[in-house]
């Protein structure tokens, strides 16, 4: 007579009922039944332009699309006032120096991305996008060694087909409350008070950090002194908003 062990059973139909319900629960979270929290529901319909802080923060963001010098004189200028940013990164920036995008990470700064190529993603098949923006996270995060939260439209525009990609990636999509029009060809006196006049509790600002802009490490300094003067904490993004707001 085959001999069977009663605890053995419970034991194992334990573990299987578990292992049901975990399958069970990431399909329903993956199924278009999910009703999302409201902090998902709300990076899935908007990007983030700015935060409602409990105190006077501001989030100092820029963009790295071309080349490394004016890069560099901004990294050295935070770092001599103590202030962290989130940079933002293209993909041919991210191929062409990468130990840059590292050194953007060894001093403290966060690093998001800019997708893989440096277009208007409006009007692109919804899942060329989402292939665009998984290819540009895997790139960045191998780079720095863990995963990848945000990302910028290259053009500042995020209709519904690219909210809806970076969704599906992962991603927090993050325009800007505040563009510093430093890519305008602004002398850095029109940067300066630009940024320094209009900034507000919450937002994130928009700064360049490539080559083609020479102004805004000049203003750099004076931005920060400007923000800190009005009282304003400058911090990264994720020190804005909580980490269950996206």
Known sequence: ????????????????????????????????????TAATAWQADRPLTRAD???????????V??????????????????VKATFFVGGTFLQLYPDMVKEIARRG??????????????GMPENE??????????A????????????RPPSGKAPP??????????????????DGQDHLGLTADQIVRRVVRKAQRGDIIRLTASDFVTE?????????????????KLVRISDLVPADDG
């Open 53 to 63: 802080s409990p105190d006077d923060r501001v989030a100092l963001t820029f963009d």
């Open 161 to 178: 087909e690219v909210l809806r990609a970076a969704h599906q990636a992962r991603l927090v999509t993050v325009t800007y409350a505040l």
């Open 216 to 232: 805004t490490a000049e203003a750099l300094p004076r931005i920060l002194e400007g923000l800190q003067r009005r009282g304003f």
């Open 129 to 138: 996008i989402v292939s665009n923006l998984l290819g540009s996270q895997s």
């Open 1 to 36: 007579m085959l001999f069977i062990d009663r605890a053995w059973l419970v034991r194992r139909a334990v573990v299987v009922a578990t292992l049901c319900l975990a399958l069970f629960t990431i399909s329903f979270l993956r199924s278009p039944a999910f009703q999302p």
């Open 140 to 151: 960045l995060a191998k780079i720095l060694g863990g995963p990848v939260r945000y990302f």
């Open 65 to 82: 699309t071309w080349q490394k010098q004016e890069l560099a004189k901004i990294l050295d200028i935070l770092d001599q006032a103590g």
């Open 109 to 122: 700064h966060e690093v998001g991305t800019l997708g893989q190529q440096i277009r208007d993603l409006s």
